[in-house]
């Protein structure tokens, strides 16, 4: 007898829409899983068997052949097993096979019959939903990152037995709990602690507002780490697209499992991370902290410490807004929006330009600057020095707190979202070429700035448009649309380093 039951593969972070059809026929004993599955999903023969008997149902003593369709999709982890036990349970006719219909299954199986949590069930809730499938089981303590996505039934089951009963009708489980509305908390770090450092912070509300990467440079102590720290303090709240974007990846990670993620996440991986930790990688691939700091910032505290390969690695995400992975003639896509901050010290010691602290040679500094490439540093589109703050600013009052800060940011953004409505950029920092072309007006003082500091090549095509889609943020956060000559004149100063200070002339 053939049984069919739907459930879903995540393929990078999309769902993938899976049959598992099983056939039990006379024959020997046996229990085989065809259809390209990895280790997870051989073993799941195993736990399948002994789940059905601790159950109380009868395991079929026949040759039993479950194939997971389309075979050329490779089918990674435990979530089909729940699947594939109610299919054996039809096929062998101690349960109705018409009952599955309308039906998707999604969910990790415990030896005993309980049903255990399996990493990506909100992209599986997503492929129900995008299929028209009307119900989704799955296991009770993920049924609330389910009941995220409008448009299905989550059946919330805790036991193979309560899996059966409810695609039958006899019992269905209760509803999910509704997820009550976010509340806004305040943030454990603000800018009113921090003392002095008025163009760092005025910096910061620049790179929030835009969605621009920001490099910090200075001494030792000075405060980069402490400032960055404290920058998703001020950025606006998510979108709820976006809200579910980082939810997914985080459950596809394996890394959430409850409510929706409201505040923009904030990664600061060690600086011996490696490549494929740091954009995703390994077998299976997994996604990396690129990937997981989608929607927020990637935030790389000793930067020049980091591996170069490693930090090569983010030159294309950083640009395409996406990473490709590549393993065994599979490819998998994962979303890598994200602001890239940054914080290094100009020197070996740490100290150079500091009176006569440096200690370093002037090979020493060349060697410890090339470990950040030009490509990459053309891609920052803020370069902030940061340098020790004088006595009275330590005992003055804060220059501005993280509440004020974030007020502006949002009307900003704000400002942006209905310039930008119907195109696929949410921000200026992800204008591409043909957006710049057609978003950004510039008066003619500020085109002739542009224009000096482009002909004195102290700009490359790439660098000029950074250059514009920040100065479209100032002057948003002026309350105008069109960019003036001050607004490029404070773009370019906050990319110094890589535009040289003579771009400042008029």
């Known amino acids: 007898m053939l049984a069919r039951v739907t459930t879903f593969a995540i393929d990078g972070v999309e769902p993938r829409r899976i049959f598992v059809e099983v056939d039990i026929r006379p024959g020997l004993p046996a229990f085989t899983i065809v259809g390209l599955g990895d280790i997870a999903v051989r073993e799941s023969r195993e736990r399948v068997r002994s789940a059905i008997l601790n159950s109380d149902y009868e395991f079929p003593q026949r040759r039993i052949t479950a194939n997971l369709a389309p075979a050329s999709l490779r089918k990674v982890g435990p979530g089909f097993d729940v699947a594939v036990a109610l299919a054996v349970l039809a096929a062998s006719g101690q349960l109705d096979a018409s009952s599955l219909a309308g039906v998707a ?3 990790e199986l415990s030896l005993g019959g309980e049903l255990r949590a399996a990493a990506g069930t909100l ?16 296991p009770a303590q993920q049924a609330r990152e389910a009941s995220l996505i409008d448009g299905i039934r989550v059946l919330a089951v805790s036991s193979l037995r309560a899996a ?9 489980p209760p509803a999910p709990a509704p997820i009550a509305a976010a509340t806004e908390s305040l943030p ?8 002095g ?16 990467n920001l490099i910090f440079e200075g001494p030792p102590g000075t405060g980069k780490t402490m400032l960055a720290r404290r920058l998703p303090s001020i950025l606006p709240p998510m979108t709820r697209s976006e809200a579910l974007e980082v939810t997914r990846v985080h459950s596809v990670a394996g890394l959430h499992s409850g409510g929706l993620i409201t505040t923009p996440p904030f990664r600061a991986p060690h600086h011996t991370i490696s490549a494929a930790g740091l954009v995703g990688g390994g077998n299976p691939p997994r996604p990396g902290e690129a990937s997981l700091a989608n929607r927020g910032i990637l935030f790389l505290d000793e930067l020049s410490e980091f591996q170069r390969s490693t930090v090569e690695a983010l030159r294309q995400p950083l640009e395409d807004g996406r990473v490709t992975i590549v393993r065994g003639q599979r490819a998998l896509v994962f979303p890598t929006r994200f602001m890239l901050v940054g914080a290094t010290n100009p020197c070996p010691c740490g100290y150079a330009g500091v009176g006569d602290r440096c200690s370093c040679s002037e090979v020493d500094i060349r060697r410890h600057q090339r470990r950040l490439s030009g490509p990459l540093l053309d891609r920052m589109d803020m370069h902030v020095d940061v340098q020790r703050p004088t006595g009275e600013d330590l005992l003055a009052e804060p220059v501005t707190d993280s509440a004020t800060a974030r007020e502006l940011v949002t009307e900003a953004r704000e400002r942006q979202r209905r310039r930008l409505d119907g195109t696929p950029a949410n921000c200026n920092g992800e204008l591409d070429a043909g ?12 085109q002739a700035v542009l224009s000096s500091a482009y ?6 095509a790439r660098g000029r448009h950074r250059v514009l889609r920040v100065a479209q943020t ?17 773009a370019l100063s906050l990319r110094q380093r890589f535009a040289g200070a003579e771009t400042l002339v008029a």
């Open 474 to 490: 100032i002057a948003d956060l002026d309350g105008h649309d069109l960019v003036n000559r001050a607004d490029v004149h404070k």
């Open 435 to 446: 957006l710049i072309q057609s978003k950004i007006r510039l008066d003619d003082g500020g």
């Open 455 to 460: 002909l004195r090549g102290t700009l490359s």
């Open 164 to 172: 059966v009963d409810a695609v039958t009708g006899r019992r269905m």
């Open 188 to 195: 454990k770090l603000d800018l009113a602690e921090v003392r």
């Open 105 to 107: 299954v999604y969910g």
């Open 197 to 212: 450092h008025a163009f760092p912070l005025e910096a910061m509300q620049i790179a929030a507002a835009g969605g621009h």
């Open 123 to 138: 992209a599986a809730a997503e492929g129900a939903r995008r299929h028209r499938i009307p119900a989704l089981i799955v």
